[in-house]
């Protein structure tokens, strides 16, 4: 048993434990390591949780480039983390956990498991999980693999929901949600959420009293992502289409993007940094947006870190607005998915259906 570094985003944390077994894990072991490691926090005090956040990896270093993200997020809402790290194919077979806790306002407000196994140890990491989960309380899985396949399906049978990010997956995979979606998944996803500017502003605009006799009259949209059709560009498409139904819409190629990463870091931030800035544009982002009647256009821009909102033909003169885009600081877009712990967002299953018709009738159509 050896004490490691502290937690990298850890407030009253001064240390993690960890400990190797051979090819299964010992629960007892772990659970004496996070009694310790309470006390390396600080002063006795209650611990508090409001959900199980399990977190499932295929390689410590898609872990270690989400690690941020969680970390931040379980701040926001005090948790249990239990993150599994699963390298089937590395030999020899090894098991090894860490342990840390992170105390706030007197309290233990996140407890986190980090599992780590290679070849058959990998067949234990469930069964050392399912002895460390809350009992009582919600569980939320971040899926850090594709979505699909029977461990996916697997994942959700575990979970009372699951969030996924489609920005950082091939663009097919959003059909196999779509799919999963319309048979009740309890799925959520950051891609989502990181169009929810772009949905604020075309909301906002569409309120303005004096253009809100155009709203029965939208007949088009059309959306430009950087370099490529990315998940976020066909999920706004989607969103639109599933709010006017006889709408036609366009997912177009743009510019090309400020970095070829749909998402900086590979997840949410880039890890040990906190940019105060929204993050460039990576392939397949969006980078505009144009809905339309027969006599007037809404056109929604993003030029770096400010979207701005355009309005032509309209009796009253053009109409400019220009928001500043939110901070990309690691956890943000996990934390507005958490505040949703059972279920799933309807509206965001809605939109996703119709974005999967939208990219196969843009295949068909190619």
């Not at 894990?25 to 009694?35: A, H, I, R, S």
């Not at 996140?110 to 469930?126: N, S, T």
């Not at 397949?284 to 809905?291: S, T």
């Not at 309005?311 to 928001?323: A, F, L, Q, T």
């Amino acid at each position: 048993m050896t004490l490691g570094e502290p937690i990298a985003a850890g407030q009253g944390s001064r240390g993690e434990l960890s400990i190797r077994f051979g090819e299964s894990f010992d629960l007892g072991k772990v659970q004496k390591l996070l009694q310790e490691s309470r006390e390396l926090a600080g002063s006795a005090g209650e611990t508090v949780s409001t959900l199980n956040l399990v977190a499932i990896y295929f390689s410590q270093a898609a872990y270690e480039r989400a690690q941020p993200a969680l970390e931040t997020a379980a701040r926001v809402h005090p948790c249990r983390m239990i993150v599994l790290v699963a390298e089937p194919k590395i030999e020899p077979p090894a098991a090894s956990a860490r342990v840390a806790a992170v105390r706030a306002a007197g309290t233990v407000a996140v407890e986190r498991i980090v599992f780590l196994a290679q070849g058959r140890a990998v067949r234990h990491l469930e069964s050392a999980m399912t002895g460390l989960l809350l009992p009582e309380l919600p569980r939320v899985v971040v899926w850090g693999g594709r979505p699909e396949g029977a461990l996916f399906q697997h994942a959700m049978e575990l979970g009372d929901r699951i969030v996924i990010d489609s920005g950082t997956r091939p663009l097919a995979s959003l059909r196999a949600v779509a799919q999963l979606l319309a048979r009740g998944a309890p799925i959520g996803d950051l891609a989502w959420a990181r169009i929810f500017p772009w949905q604020g502003v075309a909301a906002e605009l569409l309120d303005v009293p004096s253009l809100r006799e155009h709203r029965g009259r939208l007949q088009s949209a059309r959306v430009v992502c950087a370099g490529d059709v990315g998940a976020e560009g066909a999920l706004l498409g989607g969103w639109f289409a599933s709010r006017v139904k006889r709408a036609k819409i366009d997912l177009a190629i743009g510019p090309a993007p400020e970095v070829d990463s749909p998402v900086p870091g590979g997840g949410d931030g880039m890890p040990g940094e906190a940019p105060m800035a929204a993050a460039p544009v990576g392939r397949g982002n969006v980078v505009e947006f144009q809905f339309a009647t027969p006599s007037v256009a809404f056109t929604l821009r993003r030029a770096r870190s400010i979207l701005t909102a355009e309005v032509k033909g309209d009796d009253d003169g053009e109409i400019v607005n220009r928001v500043r885009l939110p901070p990309d600081t690691p956890g943000r877009l996990l934390s507005i998915e958490l505040k949703l712990l059972s279920g799933r967002d309807e509206l965001y299953a809605e939109s996703a259906q119709m974005a999967a018709r939208l990219l196969a009738e843009r295949w068909t159509s190619s």
